[in-house]
């Protein structure tokens, strides 16, 4: 009976512990309700895959990896990340909003354009 007790014990310290990850994909769309300037801006049309697993949240696109960072216990983040507009262009962004709840939202600081993300079928 003891051996199987310290086998048991052994097992739940070697055995590694799965690590669950939520993965989902949203749509970028232009909010025109929130636009801030009278620049053009591009109407998006990008599909993001969002990963959250062990605390680290990362965000990607077609185009690769814009950022990964670790995710605050309140899920709320702000974060600045290089991307490519559907034309080709390099241009910065913001993400800001909570993980958690999938509220986030996307800005092109230079441009005053708002992005809502809406979840991809």
């Known amino acids: 009976m003891r051996k199987i007790a310290m086998l048991t014990l052994i097992s ?11 993965t989902w994909s949203a749509r970028v769309t232009l909010n025109r309700e929130k636009l801030t300037s009278g ?3 591009p109407e998006g049309n990008i599909t993001y895959t969002f ?7 990362t965000m990607a696109s077609k185009y690769g990896q ?3 960072i670790m995710l605050p216990a309140d899920g709320i983040i702000k974060q600045t990340y ?8 390099q241009w910065t962004f913001e ?8 509220d986030l939202e996307i800005l092109r600081p230079d441009g005053g354009c ?8």
């Open 12 to 22: 739940f310290a070697v055995v590694p512990t799965l690590v669950s990850a939520d």
């Open 39 to 41: 620049l053009h801006c």
């Open 51 to 57: 990963t959250l697993a062990n605390n680290t949240f």
């Open 66 to 68: 814009a950022f990964s």
């Open 82 to 89: 290089r991307g490519t507009s559907t034309q080709g262009a």
């Open 95 to 102: 993400i800001a909003g909570n993980v958690k709840s999938r």
């Open 114 to 121: 708002y992005y809502t993300l809406t979840p991809a079928s």
